[in-house]
């Protein structure tokens, strides 16, 4: 996905775009393709794969891999292929086979105050008491009663799974994790994109995250209860890395539909993305200011995305996305600044409107999370909306207080090599930073980080999705795995995951007024307290979860 816009900007988001002509097929018979060759993923409507590889192959494209179960045929053809294939009506949407996206947590980078002059926990974690999350969904309170079976799995799709992190190596499986990714040095205009290979065929291992946005998700969804660093929301369950997201934390679509698919075929039971598609931030199936090129990219993401996630929840896996980092009201978009996203710097102003949508957290059976700071408010950044907002849960907010504090945000597992590559710990090891810690009670010390985003608001609400699974699934086969697993069909997690959830209502005044150190950003939270634009259907509690009798 694109990257999310920082926590501390709370900017409306826009782009616009220049429109060109397009040759039809019915006007050109269907040109030859010339130029530069690419690889293409080319959605077919129902029933026309026949037609659709016809028009490649008279198109001047070779096809290279037909996927039935999500409808499209990827190929390698020239420059104006999209445009000559797409305008058939057998095409419904066209999109190069390219990184469409970025996910990234947003920390903040002021002077925050000596993270030691917080309080440590008694219990066999020893850095529980800094988990303000937990406590206020009730996660503290519900691992003695439903920890999680370590029969469900939790696809974890982003940029990868330190599964060597000593405080998530227990719950991590290696056999089932699968990275859908190739790690790529340089972007189309030589500039430093993930940076060098750590392979030979640039390929990281599936225990591998040189982000470390996925690690931190993973930790917050399944650390376990061990004596070490902190505890998670279900901290008895498997972690499956379904990687999709490259080095510099950027996605492309077929990744994201290679992970997805791979997710339902294994019996996944609940995957947790929190990551948007892009190189538009808003997708438009029809915005005039956008080339005829631009629209079929755009239909492609949104019916690719949409059938694998139907694919996916059709197989029972639960679907669980971050709403988004943009403080922007996802029902009454008007502007779009951040799209195209890649190659960077080829953003453009267009106006949008509520027929854009943003993917997959407005994608149709998707679970669409909020974030809350300590204080119950929604975060400053996080999108929200009536529509689009489903559950709220703590993602951290730096700023719901006096100041900045990283008390404030989320504490999770971080990849040592990642902060050492940083420069936020020093060659002996010692954090540099306060909203970085390490543990060193038990065998090899563990870091952790301080992180803010609806990124870390939607894994809780997964943790509590696993809590369900594991309490009310039924005995059975884990997909491709062969071992015995258990499965509760998606549309009754979620009326559970309702069902559990803590309501509240809207703020009083509506307008809520937001602080941002001296600036001024009002936010206007619609609908009552069964269900409204800041906290959905209310905050996720997993000790309802875990004492809940439907």
């Known amino acids: 996905m694109r990257r999310f816009v920082s926590c501390l900007a709370a900017t409306v988001l826009a782009a616009s775009l ?12 269907v040109q030859t393709v010339r130029g530069a060759q690419a690889e293409y993923l080319v959605f077919y409507a129902d029933g026309r794969q026949a037609d659709a590889l016809d028009l490649i192959k008279r198109a001047g494209g070779t096809a ?14 020239g420059a104006t292929f999209a445009e000559v294939v797409g305008s058939d009506p057998a095409i419904v949407g066209v999109s190069t086979d390219r990184r469409i996206g970025y996910a990234s947590a ?5 002077a925050f105050p000596d993270a030691g002059s917080f309080t440590r926990s008694s219990r066999s974690d020893p850095l529980s008491g800094r988990q303000w999350d937990m406590k206020m969904i009730g996660a503290d309170r ?4 439903a920890p999680g079976s370590h029969k469900v799995l939790v696809g974890v799709i982003d940029t990868g799974i330190d599964g060597k992190h000593p405080d998530i190596a227990p719950n991590f499986n290696r056999e089932l994790s699968r990275n859908f990714v ?13 940076g ?4 030979s065929d640039c390929k990281d291992a599936v225990d591998q995250d040189d982000d470390g946005h996925g690690t931190h998700v993973a930790s917050t969804i399944a650390s376990p209860i061990n004596g070490i660093g902190i505890a998670g929301v279900a901290p008895g369950v498997q972690l499956v890395n379904i990687r999709a997201g490259q080095d510099s934390g950027f996605f492309f679509l077929k990744a994201s539909l290679d992970a997805l698919t791979y997710a339902a075929d294994i019996g996944v039971d609940v995957v947790n993305m929190s990551y948007y598609v892009d190189p538009w931030l808003f997708n438009c199936r029809n915005n005039p200011s956008d080339s005829a090129k631009e629209r079929l990219e755009q239909r492609a993401i949104i019916t690719g995305m949409q059938r694998a996630l139907d694919y996916a929840r059709q197989k029972g896996v639960t679907l669980v996305s971050a709403l988004g980092n ?3 009201d996802l029902g009454k978009p008007k502007l779009d600044e951040a799209s195209p996203g890649y190659p960077r710097g080829g953003e453009r102003v267009r106006k949008v409107d509520n027929s854009c949508l943003n993917v997959p957290a407005e994608s149709a059976g998707v679970i669409s999370i909020s974030s809350v700071g300590p204080s119950g408010r929604k975060a400053v950044y996080s999108d929200y909306g009536l529509e689009q907002t489903d559950l709220a849960a703590p993602g951290g907010d730096a700023l719901d207080g006096k100041a900045a504090s990283p008390a404030r945000s989320i504490l999770a597992a971080a990849p040592e090599a990642v902060l050492r590559a940083k420069g936020r710990i020093d060659k002996s090891g010692k954090p540099r930073t306060a909203d970085v810690l390490r543990d060193c009670t038990r065998g090899p010390c563990s870091y952790y980080q301080y992180l803010d985003g609806t990124s870390m608001a939607a894994p809780h609400a997964t943790g509590v999705a696993a809590i ?16 015995e697993g258990v499965t509760l069909a998606p549309a009754k997690v979620e009326d559970y995951l309702y069902r559990t959830a803590t309501a509240k209502p809207c703020p009083s005044p509506r307008a809520y007024e937001y602080d941002l150190l001296g600036d001024k950003e009002t936010h206007l939270c619609e609908g009552d307290a069964k269900k409204n634009g800041f906290f959905g259907r209310g905050i996720v509690d997993a000790y309802k979860a875990a004492t809940f009798e439907p």
């Open 182 to 194: 190739t790690d790529k040095p340089k972007d189309e205009k030589g500039e430093t994109l993930d």
């Open 326 to 328: 943009g403080a922007t």
């Open 468 to 483: 369900l699974i594991s309490r009310f699934g039924k005995p059975g086969k884990a997909g491709g795995s062969g071992k």
């Open 64 to 77: 290279l891999h037909t996927s039935a179960e999500l409808g499209y045929v990827l190929a390698r053809a």
């Open 196 to 199: 060098p290979c750590e392979t």
């Open 106 to 110: 947003a920390g903040s980078a002021r």
């Open 142 to 145: 519900a691992h003695a009663k």
């Open 18 to 29: 220049t429109a060109c002509a397009s040759v039809t097929a019915h006007q050109a018979g």
